[in-house]
T-cell receptor, first 110, second 113 residues
């Protein structure tokens, strides 16, 4: 069966450190993968998209990698700030729709 | 631009009652989606639409119906609410289906007692 797994536990990190989130998938062959941020009580907000032929994508302090052999994407937040505290969702292309992981909650301590 | 709006924000229903959730977008997007989000399970697609007048089933369509009579609106109906439908419902829209980023509404928190 198809499965998308993100870090099972919440991530607590010190301000200024790098947070690394994982997204592993099975029985998908996504042409692209997206990452979203969700704050409590709000809808998700799009952050980044990476295509299968791209190894890495950056946007400001965010970096995403995509390894189709390992069936894994890594999402990095560098120089983290308390304002980065949120839940981060990965989403896979699934025949012109998106399938979402359950998300990883990140808390950045000042 | 209001983006994606959802009505209502909160609702409490008794088992067996019906209701309609309204989603509206002002970005002229072709694609619209209804998801439900439950703790620990992530977003699950209920129904979606690839254009005005079209609808299709997602991962968890049972107990729900949808209509897309106008391009800017996507309605989600619950014919006979059940406690298992207690959830937060999100509507989203995108310009394209392939690779298109999705824009989400603020959500509707529904409780069925």
């Amino acid at each position: 069966s198809q499965k998308i797994e993100q870090n099972s536990e919440a991530l607590n990190i010190q301000e200024g450190k790098t947070a690394t989130l994982t997204c592993n998938y099975t029985n998908y062959s996504p042409a692209y993968l997206q990452w979203y941020r969700q704050d409590p009580g709000r809808g998700p907000v799009f952050l980044l998209l990476i295509r299968e032929n791209e190894k890495e994508k950056r946007k400001e302090r965010l970096k995403v990698t995509f390894d189709t052999t390992l069936k894994q994407s890594l999402f990095h937040i560098t120089a983290s700030q308390p304002a980065d505290s949120a839940t981060y969702l990965c989403a896979l292309d699934d025949d012109y729709k998106l399938s979402f992981g359950a998300g990883t909650t990140v808390t950045v301590r000042a | 631009n209001a983006g994606v709006t959802q009505t209502p924000k909160f609702r409490v229903l008794k088992t067996g009652q019906s209701m309609t959730l309204l989603c509206a977008q002002d970005m002229n997007h072709e694609y619209m989606y209804w998801y439900r989000q439950d703790p620990g399970m992530g977003l699950r697609l209920i129904h979606y639409s690839v254009g005005e007048g079209t609808t299709a089933k997602g991962e968890v369509p049972d107990g729900y119906n949808v209509s897309r009579l106008k391009k800017q609106n996507f309605l989600l109906g619950l014919e006979s609410a059940a406690p298992s439908q207690t959830s937060v419902y999100f509507c989203a829209s995108s310009k394209t289906g392939e690779g298109g980023e999705q824009y989400f509404g603020p959500g509707t928190r529904l409780t069925v007692t």
